[in-house]
């Protein structure tokens, strides 16, 4: 399988990816990593790593959908048959949707539905929830509303404070995204309609 990360931010979890494809355990090949945000630790991480590097600036295009016709353009050039969505913080249009149906999956800092959208993380502790967690799903188009593959729950402790939270919430992540992404790769994660079932090792 040959995977982009789109990704603009510290990239931990492009981190924790590129670290289980060097082990072997990720099943899948990371051949491009694509960012809005040139001088984000992410770009920095890839370029040590060798990998390509796709950079656009969403304000010299007109709309979404023509800086995502470039980028669907680089992705089939490179064969591309999985997207990971890793703290990419932009809705995609159906230019992109469409054709990786199935075929992209993003992590979210909550167990969604629960706080969707920008600072999950700082929503569920001003909310009072007692438990949170990390949701991998397939993207439909909607802000964090697609199938749901794979769930980890955390007990938020009395009295936590966010920094701890968030670096709990990151550790949880770094664990499942690997995880999801080669299950993928394996063939195991099956989707029809709605309803995401993931098979057993054989
Ligand atoms: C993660 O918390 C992820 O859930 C969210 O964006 C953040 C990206 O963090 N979608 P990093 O750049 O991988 O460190």
Same mark, same amino acid.
């Given at each position: 399988y040959r995977i982009a990360v789109f990704a603009s931010g510290t990239g931990s979890n492009f981190q924790a990816l590129l670290d289980a494809q060097r082990k072997g355990s990720l099943q899948a090949e990371i051949v491009l990593l694509v960012s809005d945000k040139p001088n984000a630790p992410v770009v920095e991480r890839a370029r040590n790593a060798g990998i390509e590097v796709f950079l656009f600036q969403p304000k010299d295009y007109n709309q979404r959908e023509d800086y995502e016709r470039e980028i669907l353009s680089q992705l089939e050039a490179r064969g591309v048959d999985l997207i990971v969505l890793a703290g990419y913080m932009r809705l995609l249009t159906s230019v992109l949707v469409a054709p990786y149906s199935g075929r992209m999956i993003n992590i979210h800092p909550?167990?969604?539905? =629960?706080? =969707?959208?920008?600072n999950a993380i700082g929503q569920a502790l001003e909310y009072g929830v007692k438990v949170t967690g990390v949701t991998v799903h397939f993207v439909d188009g909607g802000m964090d509303t697609g199938p749901v593959i794979a769930q980890t729950a955390l007990d938020i402790q009395p009295g936590e404070e966010e920094a701890a939270l968030t670096e709990r919430i990151h550790a949880a992540e770094q664990q499942l995204y690997p995880a999801v992404v080669s299950w993928f790769a394996q063939g195991r994660i099956i989707l029809e309609g709605r309803q995401v079932t993931v098979l057993p090792l054989r």
């Open positions: 909550s167990l969604l539905p =629960a706080f =969707a959208g920008k």
